[in-house]
């Protein structure tokens, strides 16, 4: 009988910590992204000299309030967890990790605080606080497009790599050393700026052949640019179809992710290769 007030006491504290959908939850959650902006807007003030050398102990004592406090609720989260070890692991687990280790890191390691920007991740939590379960979906399409075309794209980049070593490998040839093209890892470097159309500048052509040879690849950086935006839109619209097309046998729910083994709405185990 001594255990079951312990037990519910953590009952309590995991759904006001884990769940959104109470008021609890909600105003757990709602504070704590206030107390991530606060802490991000502290760490970016330090930064700035002027603020740091005027307002650097207030701003560290707050810095340091807020890594307390989220070194207690990480503690609660893991106490909380159903699984302790799968909440560890998970993505948000990670993150929550993530958030307190660069204050107390900088205690050895001078300036690892900035670190601490990192803490932006945990203002995700705000698509379960505010019910956006229609745009989490769209981003997990997008990343299902990501991960089926990472193939092509990698062979684009591969094929874009020997590109640049060629056209680097050629204006260094061109150019005279005084232009700044002093060797051939330097030429590939300004020949990935003129590709990219970044065009930083510090390095130029000077003769009359290597502006024409920069002009050429500057028209084909545009073209370039376009291939990767073609192979993951093309992805993300068969991916969508798709999600779209794939129905439960069982109640005919559709919407559905490419990857999903069972049916959102009652569980029933989808058929493989429906589409």
């Given amino acids: 009988m001594a255990i079951r007030p312990t037990s519910d006491t953590r009952l309590k ?24 902006v606060i802490s991000i807007a502290c760490v970016m003030a330090e930064s ?4 740091d050398a005027r307002f650097g102990l207030p701003l ?30 998970s993505f948000y687990g990670v993150l929550d ?21 990192v803490r932006a991740l945990r203002l995700t939590r705000v698509f379960r606080i505010m019910d956006m379960g229609t745009y989490v979906h ?6 299902l497009a990501l991960l089926a075309s990472r193939h092509r794209i990698i062979v684009f980049m591969l094929a874009v790599l020997a590109l640049v070593t060629v056209f680097g490998a050629i204006i260094y040839v061109i ?3 005084e232009a700044g093209f002093t060797s051939i890892p330097r030429s590939i470097y300004w ?18 052949l290597g502006q024409v040879f920069a002009s050429i690849i500057m028209i084909l950086g545009y073209a370039i640019i376009a291939i990767p935006t073609g192979i993951v839109t093309v992805e993300l619209g068969r991916q969508a179809r798709n999600a779209g097309q794939r129905a439960c046998p069982d ?10 083994k069972y049916c959102h709405r009652c569980g029933h185990a989808l058929e493989v290769g429906t589409s």
């Fill in 13 to 36: 504290l995991r759904r006001i910590i884990f769940d959104s959908d109470t008021p609890a939850g909600r105003r757990f959650d709602l504070w704590l992204l206030w107390v991530i």
């Fill in 48 to 51: 700035v000299q002027r603020i």
């Fill in 60 to 89: 560290r004592i707050v810095e340091w309030t807020i890594t307390v406090l989220f070194t207690v609720e990480y503690a609660l989260r893991v106490w909380t967890a159903p699984r302790p070890w799968r909440y560890v692991l």
């Fill in 97 to 117: 990790l993530l958030a307190i280790v660069p204050t107390y890191l900088s205690v050895f390691v001078p300036g690892s605080q900035s670190l601490l920007v």
């Fill in 138 to 143: 769209e981003a997990r399409l997008l990343l």
């Fill in 175 to 177: 150019e005279p050393r």
């Fill in 191 to 208: 020949a990935i700026v003129t590709l990219t159309t970044v065009g930083y500048g510090d390095i130029a052509p000077v003769t009359w």
């Fill in 251 to 260: 109640c005919g729910a559709t919407g559905h992710v490419a990857v999903a």
